[in-house]
């Protein structure tokens, strides 16, 4: 939602697709897409919104780290290993 509503075009394309893929073939792909699209739905009425193109920077605020940074983390490389 925070990549759409800064103006991403597309977003989660590739990583969770291909797990999906390596561990149920094109059964796991569907049901990973189904999940995600299920997650965006969920996320849209939480927000208030019935289309893509309503989720605006206005529902994005700054807000501290709920976690560190660990190995399974996309900010492991930032100098000092935390996030700012």
Request: one cysteine or more.
């Amino acid at each position: 939602m925070k990549a759409l509503a800064l103006g991403a075009k597309a977003v989660t394309i590739g990583k969770l697709q291909g797990w999906g893929l390596g561990a149920g073939g094109a059964a796991g792909l569907v049901r990973v897409l189904e999940l995600l699209e299920e997650e965006v739905v969920v996320d849209m009425a939480l927000l208030g919104v019935t289309r893509v193109d309503q989720i605006t920077p206005t529902y994005v605020c700054k807000a501290p780290p709920v976690t560190f940074p660990h190995e399974m983390s996309a900010f492991v490389h930032i100098p000092g290993g935390q996030l700012r």
